[in-house]
């Protein structure tokens, strides 16, 4: 299995641009951030005016509800979004075409709710050009397309879209978007998509996100989940210091009302393991995340090989045989 998931991998990283490195991440050049900020104040330039006129639009259709019935109102209000939808496809598209991620992003993002099987082709083919020119959203929604994806139905495939899911997480990460692995951590906490609940396996990789100072792990360890994932008094008032620290007026009423919750020894503890704490950059974690990777996919095994409908009608749950030929 190791070696298996070991070939996986490697095979992704072979997909990638010709920059990736050998251990599949995206080679980040000097001009990589400055490139993609370019590339998105491109499509907001490109996008602006149409925007406006999209709201100017909404705005005089609501002063023109009360003259007319709701489902005329609702029928032009239908008219209205397919409109825009086909305007921004019509301004985003050349600029896809040219080699733009931000704007390959918003046209995928379009297709999210589209029921076709074509649509869901676009989204895919989107996303993945996308990643393949090293966008880190576009990694996680392939994270989330080949953890959804049963192939066959047989365990040896679930397991093989598995480990290239865990490939792009990782590609993800490196190039700075932690959502992915906090994303996993959650598939793995719930007994979902085919894969034995494991919390404690859950929680160590939700920690191991949170350790880069990420908000949004940090806010499911606080208590932000449908999922315990057993942290201690102190270590819910660590992760909620350091999203108080970015967002006083959501979380410092939590963080306050944590502390007052600590004993005398607990608060001791809390204020000796704030202060020693520091973000650990995501270099420093890659080999106990590669080792996490094996233990998931070890784990993994252990799968009933039943086959259950997806809960939700989006891209990377309709799978590679509902897409067109």
Not at 125 to 146: C, F, K, M
């Amino acid at each position: 299995m190791r070696v298996f998931a070991i070939l996986l991998v490697s095979l992704v990283a072979g997909c990638a641009t010709p920059g990736a490195q050998a251990d599949g991440s995206a080679r980040q050049a000097p001009g990589h951030t400055d490139d993609l900020k370019r590339q998105r104040a491109e499509v907001e330039d490109a996008l602006r005016p149409l925007e406006a006129a999209h709201t100017a639009n909404l705005s005089a259709l609501d002063q023109a509800l009360p003259k007319s019935g709701a489902e005329d109102a609702d029928a032009d209000l239908e008219d209205l979004l397919r409109a825009h939808r086909e305007d921004r496809r019509r301004v985003l598209d050349p600029l896809a075409a040219r080699g733009n991620r931000e704007a390959m992003i918003r046209l995928a993002s379009d297709l999210r709710d589209a029921s076709s099987p074509d649509d869901a082709a676009r989204w895919l083919d989107l996303v993945t050009r996308a990643s393949q020119l090293g966008d880190p959203q576009a990694h996680d929604e392939l994270v989330r397309w080949y953890w959804h994806q049963k192939g066959d139905g047989s365990i040896e495939q679930v397991q093989a879209n598995r480990a290239i899911a865990l490939a792009f997480a990782g590609k993800a990460a490196e190039a700075g978007n932690m959502r992915s692995i906090g994303r996993v951590a959650t598939y793995i906490a719930g007994d979902v998509h085919q894969y034995p609940a494991n919390l404690p396996l859950a929680r160590r990789l939700m920690e191991l996100c949170a350790r880069t100072d990420t908000s949004f792990c940090q806010e499911v360890l606080a208590g932000g989940s449908s999922y315990d994932y057993g942290q201690s008094p102190t270590e819910v008032h660590l992760w909620l210091s350091r999203l108080a620290a970015r967002a006083p007026l959501r979380f410092a009423p939590r963080r306050d009302l944590a502390w007052s919750r600590l004993t005398v020894e607990e608060r001791v503890a809390a204020e000796r393991i704030e202060e020693a704490w520091r973000p650990a950059p995501w270099s420093g974690l890659r080999r106990e995340w590669d080792g996490m990777q094996e233990e998931i996919l070890r784990h993994g095994e252990t799968s009933t090989g039943v086959l259950e409908d997806c809960t939700t009608q989006k891209p990377w749950c309709r799978g590679r045989s509902a897409l067109p030929r």
